[in-house]
Every structure is written in C-alpha cells, then in structure tokens.
C-alpha cells in the first residue's frame, strides 16, 4: 500500500470505492497521509477482502486517473 500513490488522487478514488461499495462511509474512508496502513485496515474489516486484493484495486483504479 505505500507503494500507492493515494495523496493526490484520494478524492477522486474515494468517489469510485462509494459508487462500487454502496456501504463505505465517509468514516471509513477518512485518509491521513502516513495512514494508509490504518485505512487499508478499516477497508479490509468493512469489504471483507485480503490487503492485496484492496491494494491492487486501488492500483488499478490510480493507474485509470
């Protein structure tokens, strides 16, 4: 997840994950730069997948933008 570049394309990403996972809220999507770990948790509770399936759809989507 360090490896994503979340900082400048979060609000655009965060717009994405809410239109895919209807359940995200705004809590769950809060990110503070140097999180990411912390946010990839909450994702990984709520969505119920692995951390590399979360960073890889996070990947695919910075690589559409």
């Not at 717009?15 to 990984?44: A, F, I, N, P």
């Not at 997948?49 to 979360?54: F, I, V």
């Amino acid at each position: 997840m360090k490896n994503l570049e979340l900082k400048g394309n979060w609000n655009e990403l965060k717009g994405k994950m809410k239109q895919k996972y209807g359940d995200l809220t705004e809590d769950d999507l809060s990110y503070v730069e140097g999180k990411e770990d912390e946010l990839l948790g909450r994702l990984q509770k709520k969505l119920n997948k692995t951390r590399e399936e979360l960073a890889s759809e996070l990947r695919e989507w910075i690589d559409r933008i």
